[in-house]
């Protein structure tokens, strides 16, 4: 099921979006605002797959600066399952893990995609990795993983690079 609005703000519908980014139970509000601001800005449609570790009431918008989320197409789910039975029969489903096997570079995106991002704590569980396709961003020095933002901002900008969205028109 698709839950209603948490949030009184209006927010932008994006129509047949080039990619579509799905946070799995995200956990760190600054990270899922830096990515809301980066749907906005690309045109991405913003999936939340609950529960969420934080609330996005307006109260908590207002606090937190982010006047830009009218500008944000935002679906909320109430789980994986319910997101799966509503979305992804529009597109393909893409995991992405520091885990993952294959680099997103392998991967042949396709407009409608959906990428989907595991929690910043643990990351995405091994039956979803096992079900989909799954990439991992390289690493070079000894750390765990990058930032959760900063993931998905390569990889979306790197696939929407490969879709020609980066074309003057």
């Known amino acids: ?17 080039f990619l579509q980014v799905v946070l799995f139970q995200p956990e760190i509000p600054s990270n899922t605002g830096n990515i809301a601001r980066l749907c906005g800005a690309a045109e991405l449609r913003l999936h ?3 529960p969420l570790g934080f609330q996005v009431d307006d109260r908590h918008l207002k606090r937190a600066g982010l006047d830009y989320w009218s500008e944000v197409d935002i679906r909320h789910h109430q789980n994986f399952h319910c997101f ?6 529009e597109g393909r489903l893409l995991a992405f893990s520091s885990h993952a096997e294959s680099l997103y570079t392998e991967a042949k995106p396709k407009k409608g995609d959906f990428l989907l991002f595991g929690q910043e704590t643990c990351g ?3 039956e ?5 396709p799954s990439y991992r961003v390289p690493l ?17 900008y ?4 490969e ?3 980066f074309k003057r028109h």
């Open 48 to 50: 939340l797959v609950h």
């Open 1 to 17: 099921m698709i839950l209603p609005a948490l949030s009184n703000t209006p927010h932008k519908i994006v129509e047949a979006p």
């Open 124 to 126: 995405l569980p091994q």
């Open 163 to 165: 879709l020609g969205r």
């Open 158 to 161: 790197h696939f929407l690079h």
């Open 84 to 89: 799966l039975e509503q979305q992804v029969p």
């Open 140 to 156: 070079w020095g000894n750390v765990r993983s990058l930032n959760l933002a900063t993931t998905v901002g390569i990889v979306s």
């Open 128 to 132: 979803i990795l096992q079900a989909y």
